[in-house]
């Protein structure tokens, strides 16, 4: 039985330590490849797709048969989607001139060489995201960049509010000082600049009560002279 047992067991096992590298090969060859990917659109004119490779990674880990995964996936699909739109309306922003400064010659045309590859690039990448939208939920491949679009102009919308709301701020500020500082030099213009600080009086005032002190002892010094002078003639009278 001992033998049998053997005999049945070490093939499995050695089939699943076969099964259990290939997958990890599997997985440590997807993320070089990954890795490849992103290193090869870092010279290019946008930087690394980091929601792209949130969500390889995470379709890697998780299935859409799960509820909480089929959760995780649409939601990392979402924010790639976010960066595909966002990554559209600069190019719409930025082609236009940048083609004027290259005919005007002053930029070179590596710049929108660079931009035209990215738009190529971001036709695939959309194209890929319908797709994986469409595995996750019928009809959503027609609607997630439409969703993704109005995210995008909230997102806008509620910075573009929120800098108006701190210059608004700025300005009442600066208005508050300079309305301040108004007052103050009215009130400075009416009462008139101090000619006296409060040391000064201070300090007039102990030099006038020292000056007072001073000449009472002179009075007193001269009143005791004189009236020791006196008893001095009226003894010399008598002695006569």
Not at 5 to 25: D, K, M, Q, S
Not at 58 to 87: F, H, I, W
Not at 90 to 112: A, C, S, Y
Request: proline share 3%; aromatic share 6%.
């Amino acid at each position: 039985m001992t033998s049998a047992n053997a005999a049945f067991w070490t093939p499995v096992l050695y089939l699943i330590g076969i099964g259990l590298l290939f997958t990890a090969y599997v997985r440590w060859n997807r993320a070089k490849q990954l890795v490849a990917v992103e290193h090869a659109h870092t010279d290019g004119y946008f930087p690394p797709h980091t929601a792209r490779t949130q969500y390889n990674e995470l379709a890697e880990m998780y299935s859409p048969e799960d509820p909480n995964g089929l959760k995780l996936l649409m939601t990392a699909l979402m924010k790639r989607a976010l960066t595909d739109v966002q990554r559209v309306f600069h190019i719409r922003e930025e082609k236009p001139p940048l083609q004027q400064l290259v005919n005007k010659g002053t930029v070179g045309e590596d710049l929108l060489e660079k931009l035209v590859t990215a738009e190529q690039e971001l036709e695939g990448e959309i194209n890929e995201v319908m797709e994986e939208a469409e595995m996750y939920k019928a009809g959503w491949g027609k609607t997630i960049f439409q969703e993704a679009s109005q995210i995008v102009q909230m997102q806008a919308q509620r910075e573009a509010q929120l800098t108006a709301q701190q210059q608004a701020q700025q300005n009442a500020e600066r208005a508050a000082a300079t309305a301040n500082v108004g007052s103050a030099d009215e009130q400075k213009s009416v009462s008139g600049s101090p000619t006296e600080t409060d040391a000064e009086r201070s300090q007039r005032i102990a030099n006038e009560l020292m000056a007072e002190e001073e000449e009472e002892k002179r009075r007193a010094a001269k009143t005791g002279k004189a009236g020791t002078a006196g008893k001095g003639s009226k003894t010399k009278r008598k002695t006569k």
